[in-house]
Each structure stands twice: as C-alpha cells, then as structure tokens.
C-alpha cells in the first residue's frame, strides 16, 4: 500500500506539473482583434491578413491577429477608446485621430505636409515624432506598432470640375471626424461634413453631401462613380495609415512577440503601399472607363496656399515647421 501511495504521489506530481507548464503555454498565448473600416477587396485588407499570416507564424501561433474588414468591431473612435481602456484590440487610424490626443502628430494629416513615401521614411526618423509617439503610449495607452502604410493622395470627388479653392466653395464635403480634417477642408474652400466611411454612399445618394475627399483605390470598391462625376487631382493630402494597439497589450507581450508585431507590421505595410502604386493607376483607368472625368489641371500651389490656413487655426504651424525642419524639407 506504501509503494501505491508513493505511485499515485508521484503521478499526481506529474500531472501539477503538466498543469503548470499548460497554464504557462497558455499565459504565452495571446490574440490581437484588429479592425479597419474598408472593405474586404480593398488592398489594405489583404495586406493585415498578410500581416497576420507572418506574425502567427514567426510567433508558432502563440500571437494570433484576427482581422476584421468594414468596421466590423465598431466604428475608430470607439475602438480607439478601448485600446486607451487596455483592451485587446488594434486600429488602422490616421494621425488626425491620434492629434486628438497629441496634437501635434495631426500635422502628418495637414495639407501638403507630406510629397511622397520617401517623406514618410524621413518622418519616422523625426526626434519630434519620436517624442510624440512615446507621449501617445505612456500617457494614451496608445501604441503605434507601425506607420508605413501609405495610402496615397487624397483628392475631391464632386459632381463638379474642381481646379481652383474657389471652385469648392459652399460644397459639402465629407470628412472624418477628427480637427485637421475638418479644417484642412474648411482651409482649402468647402464646408466640411464630419461622417463615417460607411455612410458617405447613401448621403451622396440623398445628396446629404456634394462630394468625398479619398484615394482612388477607394473609390472602385465604395461605387462611388455611381453617385460623382469628377475626380479632381487635388493631391492635397498624403494619407499615411497608422497601425494602432493598446499599449498595455503591447507592453503585456513577450519581447520576440513585440519584436515580430512591429517588423512584420512594416513589411507588410511598405509591400502594400508599393502595391497601391499599381493598383492606382488601375482604379483610375477603371474610373475613366466607368464615366468619371478627370480633372488633372488643378491649381495646386493655389491650394497649398489656401490649406496653410488649416495650421493657423488649430495652432499647429511651428509643430509642423519643426518637423519639416528634423527631415530635411525646406
């Protein structure tokens, strides 16, 4: 009976221990729930799940990213909010949301503030917004894991030419949420209309609005040629994408992990962002096809004129000049 009860001791033993080393793998496993707000053809899509695909696999599955299209989570800001709460969630977002809490990273959304993807590598060697990304995290809870995706230039979709300021004048204009849009629009001539992605379609349908501000990938995936006439080639905005997550998550997981989240993180994104090149010219040959006129001779030093404005009035001109400055622009 001695010798059985030494055998179930020991065997009991074993198990705590298989136990403890379950408990322990499981500890090492962690989920990121990653939301956008385009739709699942749109490039960027196949770009997280890229992202996703590399970042499970250099972690052997203990840091698994589910990727969730058309703000299926929710709409930013609000999932913004829960990564400030610690959850385990991330965000493609724009630096003009982020300036809400920083404000002076807003200025990477200004008008012409950024000419090309070589000015996004400069940007993120910047001492300034370095500086500015550490604040977001350590007093935001917000963490950028990357920020090399660049969408490419902003223009005006409208049921009108656009060439001049004066031509958007009184044009009702969508825009996100967030302050430097706002003002960048109201900057550069129209009346800007604060709304969600996915509302724009139905509001140009019930002419709510007159007009978008978005990329050309855009506008083939949301049938916006349905609904507008002309792509205006303002180019007034870059549209760099931020890739966003809770900083407590961040910080929760192992250094490899954080390591693996970020690099991929910017392979992905520069993979992505050299695709949209192509695929660019692709949608606006497919605009041309569909009916759209494209207006390509736009005043733009009229407009990068107008859009200094934008600065003057959330105060943000010497945060831009002093980044301008850190890269090298003049």
């Given at each position: 009976m001695a010798s059985l009860g030494k055998t179930l001791a020991a065997a009991c033993a074993a198990l705590g221990l298989l136990a403890a080393a379950g408990a322990a793998q499981a500890q090492d496993t962690?989920?990121?729930?990653?939301?956008?707000?385009?739709?699942?053809?749109?490039?960027?899509?196949?770009?997280?799940?890229?992202?996703a695909k590399r970042v499970e696999e250099r972690t052997n599955g203990g840091l698994?990213?589910?990727v969730f299209?058309?703000?299926?989570?929710?709409?930013?800001?609000?999932i913004i909010e829960q990564m400030r709460q610690g959850a385990n969630v991330g965000q493609n977002t724009d630096a003009a949301r982020l300036g809400i809490y920083v404000p002076g990273m807003a200025v990477v959304n200004g008008p012409y503030f950024l000419d090309s993807a070589a000015d996004v590598a400069r940007l993120a060697e910047a001492p300034t917004m370095v500086r500015w990304q550490e604040e977001l995290a350590e007093k935001h809870g917000l963490k950028v894991v990357c920020f090399d995706w660049v969408?490419?230039?902003r223009h005006f979709f409208t049921n009108k030419?656009?060439?001049t300021p004066a031509d958007v004048a009184n044009l009702r204009v969508r825009t996100p949420p967030a302050p430097i849009w706002q003002e960048s629009i109201r900057a550069l001539g129209a009346a800007p209309v604060a709304m969600a992605f996915g509302d724009m379609y139905p509001a140009l349908q019930q002419r709510a609005i007159d007009?978008?501000?978005?990329?050309?990938?855009?506008?083939?995936g949301g049938r916006f040629y349905e609904?507008?006439?002309y792509a205006n080639e303002t180019g007034h905005i870059l549209?760099?994408?931020?890739?966003?997550?809770?900083?407590?998550?961040?910080?929760?997981?192992?250094?490899d992990y954080r390591t693996a989240l970020v690099e991929e993180c910017r392979r992905a994104g520069a993979e992505t962002s050299a695709n949209l090149q192509t695929l660019e010219q692709q949608a606006r040959a497919t605009l041309k096809e569909r009916g759209m006129t494209i207006v390509e001779d736009v005043d733009r030093d009229a407009f990068r004129s107008a859009g200094d404005a934008a600065y003057k009035a959330l105060n943000l001109s010497e945060a831009r000049d002093a980044v301008a400055r850190e890269m090298g622009k003049p």
């Open positions: 962690f989920k990121l729930r990653f939301n956008h707000v385009l739709g699942p053809k749109e490039p960027f899509h196949q770009g997280f799940l890229d992202w698994k990213i589910d299209h058309s703000a299926q989570l929710g709409v930013e800001e609000d969408q490419g230039f030419p656009v060439r007009g978008v501000e978005l990329v050309y990938n855009n506008i083939p609904v507008l006439k549209l760099v994408n931020f890739q966003v997550v809770s900083n407590a998550f961040f910080t929760s997981l192992p250094e």
